[in-house]
């Protein structure tokens, strides 16, 4: 009988050390991954970056704007002071008509959600 209660306390000695062991593995597995997590919370918390939006919404504006014009001046509408349309008297074959607009962008007569300056060129056949 002694015999017998030793192999069992002996038992129940190695898996209460074996649980200890395991418990504190998942404490430092858990430690670990706290600590880590947190760099990955902060990735999520940064502010958006707002620049790219902000030129795409420039780019999409101006893009419009120029198409806007091209038309008007492709269908002979009035067209505002800064622009200026040159039409070919001879197009090519197969189309009815060619031209080059010139709009002139400053201060006076800027881009929508747009500040920078300077000339833009369209040129049409149709």
Request: charged residues 10%.
């Amino acid at each position: 009988m002694p015999f017998k209660r030793y192999i069992q306390l002996t038992l129940f000695i190695n898996l209460t050390s074996n649980l200890n062991m395991y418990k504190s593995l998942i404490l430092v597995l858990v430690c670990i991954l706290s600590v880590s997590s947190c760099k990955i919370v902060d990735a999520y918390k940064q502010s958006p970056e707002l620049t790219p939006l902000e030129q795409g919404f420039k780019t999409c504006a101006t893009i419009g704007y120029c198409a806007s014009i091209a038309s008007s001046a492709f269908n002979n509408q009035p067209l505002p002071s800064n622009v200026d349309v040159t039409f070919d008297s001879s197009p090519k074959t197969g189309y009815t008509s060619s031209g080059v607009v010139h709009i002139t962008v400053n201060s006076t007569t800027p881009l929508p959600f747009n500040s920078n300056i300077g000339d833009i060129y369209i040129a049409g056949l149709w």
